[in-house]
């Protein structure tokens, strides 16, 4: 049996600003994460708490974006693991595959309540101000509100980037 199915039609802002646009995640990415050693349990928005729904800037549970510059579309997933673990995945596409990163676990402990995730993922673009530097991003990155941290490809791999936010 399938823990993810991400072959629904999925919406997201493909950049800030812009309009949104909805996109079929290949069938290829949700037999990649179902086979996977851990098992991970899809998150919807609707586990989200209210306030990271809403309006004006509503969080993610999925962004697809280009996050290493290769113009091949990546993923980037929030998924509930080992009961009471909030994981960030990303998958690169490859072209003929993914390959995947585990940005975070987040353990919730006995406070878990899977209906009310509260944390959410954002797309950001451009400049990023941290407490002692600024970041120009080169591609679009993750934003976390658990963690408070940017995560985005330098050289081969995700770094970590504290925020202001």
């Not at 049996?1 to 290829?28: E, H, Y």
Request: charged share 20%.
């Amino acid at each position: 049996m399938n823990r993810f199915d991400l072959s629904l039609m999925l919406c997201f802002t493909a950049s800030l600003g812009a309009q949104a646009s909805c996109q079929t995640v290949p069938g290829a990415l949700t037999d990649y994460v179902n086979s996977l050693e851990v098992s991970y349990v899809q998150i919807h928005e609707d586990d989200l708490q209210r306030h990271l729904r809403e309006e004006p800037n509503p969080g993610n549970t999925v962004i697809v974006a280009d996050f290493n510059g290769d113009h091949l579309n990546d993923y980037a997933l929030l998924a509930k693991n080992r009961g009471t673990y909030v994981s960030l995945l990303v998958f690169i596409g490859e072209g003929d595959g993914f390959s995947h990163h585990v940005l975070y676990d987040h353990n919730y402990g006995i406070y878990f309540n899977e209906h009310q995730i509260e944390e959410a993922i954002f797309l950001k673009e451009g400049v990023v101000r941290g407490p002692d530097e600024t970041l120009n991003l080169k591609n679009p990155a993750i934003y976390s509100s658990a963690k408070r941290d940017l995560f985005y490809w330098d050289n081969g791999e995700f770094r970590r980037f504290l925020t202001e936010d």
